[in-house]
C-alpha cells in the first residue's frame, strides 16, 4: 500500500511517519502531484497557522490538486481545519471540501485547548472498535462547528466536529498520532478503509 503524507513544511511529519510504521507501514513524504494522485492513502498533516499553510499549498499548486483526489484522505489537526470553506485564523480562506467555516474559540475558555479530551457521537469506520467517550489528544484554538458531516463530537466551551467525512474525504480535529492506542486504532481504520 502507498501511502503519502503531503509535504507542504507543516509541522509533526516525523510522529505521524513513526506511527505509521508501529502499524507496519511505510509512508512517504512528497509534494510531487502526480506520486500523491496515484497513492492509495494521502494523510493532509497540519501544525501551524491557516493563512501561511494555505499560502503554502497555493506556492506548490497542492491547493488545486487535494480537492480533486479520488482515494481516501485525511486531514489531521490543521489539516482537517483547512478542508473546510474558511477560517477565521487569519480570515483564510480554505479548500472548500467540508461545508463548514471554522471559528475561534471563545475567550470564555483558555486557548489553545491543549491535552486529552473525550470523543463522543461516533460514526463511520474510521471509528470501528472505537468505544465511545474513548480520550484524543488535542491542540487548538479553532474549531468547526458541528454540521452534517460531522462523525464525532467533542466539547469545549461548546460542542464541536472532532472528526468529519464526506465521501472519500476525513478530517480529524485531534491527533491520532499522540493519542495512545486509541490515536493507532483510528488511524489503522483509516488505512484500511477501501
Same mark, same amino acid.
Given at each position: #500500500?502507498? &501511502?503519502? *503524507? &503531503?509535504? /507542504?513544511?507543516?509541522?509533526? &511529519?516525523?510522529?505521524?511517519? =513513526?506511527? &505509521?510504521?508501529? !502499524?507496519? =507501514?511505510?509512508? $512517504? !513524504? @512528497?509534494?510531487?502531484?502526480?506520486?500523491?494522485?496515484? %497513492?492509495? +492513502?494521502? $494523510?493532509?498533516?497540519?501544525?501551524?497557522?491557516?493563512? @501561511? %499553510? #494555505? @499560502? +503554502?499549498?497555493?506556492a506548490t499548486g497542492l491547493d488545486k490538486v487535494i480537492p480533486t483526489l479520488k482515494q481516501p484522505v485525511l486531514g489531521i489537526c490543521l489539516g482537517m481545519q483547512l478542508m473546510c470553506h474558511s477560517s477565521e485564523e487569519g480570515n483564510t480562506e480554505g479548500l472548500g471540501i467540508f461545508d463548514l467555516d471554522v471559528v475561534k474559540f471563545s475567550n470564555k475558555v483558555k486557548v489553545p485547548q491543549i491535552g486529552w479530551n473525550q470523543i463522543s457521537d461516533l460514526k463511520n469506520e474510521l471509528f470501528k472498535n472505537i468505544p465511545e467517550k474513548s480520550y484524543i /489528544?488535542?491542540?487548538?484554538?479553532? /474549531? %468547526?462547528? *458541528?454540521?452534517?458531516?460531522t462523525i464525532a463530537k467533542s466539547e469545549y466551551d461548546v460542542e464541536y466536529s472532532a472528526a468529519l467525512q464526506k465521501e472519500n474525504f476525513y478530517g480529524v480535529q485531534f491527533h491520532p498520532e499522540k493519542s495512545?492506542?486509541?490515536?493507532?486504532? *483510528?488511524?489503522?481504520?483509516?488505512l484500511n478503509i477501501a
Open positions: #500500500m502507498k &501511502i503519502v *503524507i &503531503i509535504d /507542504y513544511g507543516a509541522g509533526n &511529519i516525523q510522529s505521524i511517519i =513513526f506511527a &505509521i510504521k508501529r !502499524l507496519g =507501514f511505510e509512508a $512517504i !513524504l @512528497s509534494h510531487d502531484a502526480e506520486e500523491i494522485r496515484n %497513492a492509495d +492513502k494521502v $494523510i493532509f498533516p497540519g501544525v501551524g497557522e491557516a493563512s @501561511s %499553510a #494555505m @499560502s +503554502k499549498l497555493r /489528544y488535542l491542540v487548538h484554538s479553532f /474549531y %468547526a462547528p *458541528i454540521g452534517s458531516e495512545s492506542d486509541v490515536g493507532s486504532e *483510528i488511524l489503522n481504520n483509516f
